[in-house]
């Protein structure tokens, strides 16, 4: 083989990085790779991270100690969040999306893979230095958000059921009541799949009144674990009061109107 | 700023076409960022695509023409494929999953970002250099795999739901009989989801005879669209005959033994 190259380093210590959010690499195993000198790696890690740095690509982590070595962490800058969150509403406010009964199409946008991985480093980056084991959701359409959001902090999700399935064992199940509508709902959690103690962030595409989202926080609590944090994509503004508080949306919706045709989303801050 | 160098550039090309793949970028788009000759950006790109085929990081290409630019194409050697299932082998041949009734509990393997963006670089493999243009999936357990496939072929996905949502608008709903338990079903797709016309890959988490797949498959064709090939996680040794041929799985299931708690899974081939 060729001989190795400073710039064979940085690109393959780039790559592998950014692939894998937040896994901790040690310099050995860079070291052992290349087989070259670990203060040779330490240079050129220091490299990349100030690549990542001086072109807002993200942050390069030393964690020394025992367990030391380099992670990823996506971050974003300001304006970076300010721009997607426009983005976003552009593509909601499209009067083509408006469905009988008030409701707004947002498949596309949900199941679109660039956009599910812009959504899940914005709802992760808030949580990115906090104590989070799991990301939690509701199937179905919270799913892709939510998986994304996990990857960016490396961490499982867990998907909460609309109903208990015989394929995941004994299930903790709860009913309750959504907050706008006030109509009787179920939940259902392998129990197998939360570890007491758990802190876990819940995502999920649309909040309203907040009757789910403080739904999954008493389930959680029935399974002994804590809702760090709450991320939506979507909120409406009415009700302006939720029945739950410890959430961040990406943008809110102001109105529908379905006789004149007209959708109302701005970023929400 | 300080003076850019090749390091820079290098760090700077990997890191946005890894974390985009099959995104085309233009030389402009680089050059522009950089301000600097598009020769320089060239040689830059050809150093780029050597570092990922010489450590096998996939694939580097290059679009002439008008249209034209550069794309990272994820990709994995036999080796890179052959490890990954045995390892999911592994984890999967664990007694501790039999579920009561001869199921095998998978969530936290599905719902693992790490291992569902590995699942997904080996489901879009055979597809990488076919035309796809979604991926479709029936929810809820395949869609953390659909996402991940679709993420690598840069694509939409496309989730079929068990019965027809309201805020999904229009939809097309079809009853299908389930291959092995010879279940009537239901699957539903929203009706501007899938234009006239579309090839679309097909992933699931699991199949035994093959009855959601042909639903699948029977479903794409009432909306005018093709199925140009399926792609699951783990499929059953029996029935050996299934009722769709054109599929890949990762591994097989040979039998889960409820009373003596045994699983026999192996790699597909």
Redesign the interface.
Known sequence: ??KIT???R???I??TL???PK?VYTLNYFADYFNCAKSTLSEDID??RH??S??S?GEIETISGAAGGVQYIPSLTEEQKKEFCQHLCQVINNKERI???G???T??IL????I??MIGKMLADPYQKVDVDYVVTI??KG??IA??T??ML??????I?KSAR????TTIQMNYITGSSRRIQTMAV?K??IPKGSKVLFVDDFMKAGGTAKGVTDLMKECEAEVVGIGVVMTTAEPREKLINNYQSLVVLENVDDVNQVINVYPSK
């Open positions: 083989m060729r400073k710039n064979d940085i690109g393959y780039t790559k950014s692939e894998n896994r490299y990349v690549i990542f001086d072109f690509l469905i009988t009964g409701f707004i199409y498949n596309d199941f679109d893979p660039s599910t991985s199937e179905a799913i892709p998986l994304m996990a990857k490396n961490k499982p999700m867990i998907v059921r015989l394929t995941e064992g392998p197998k799949a």
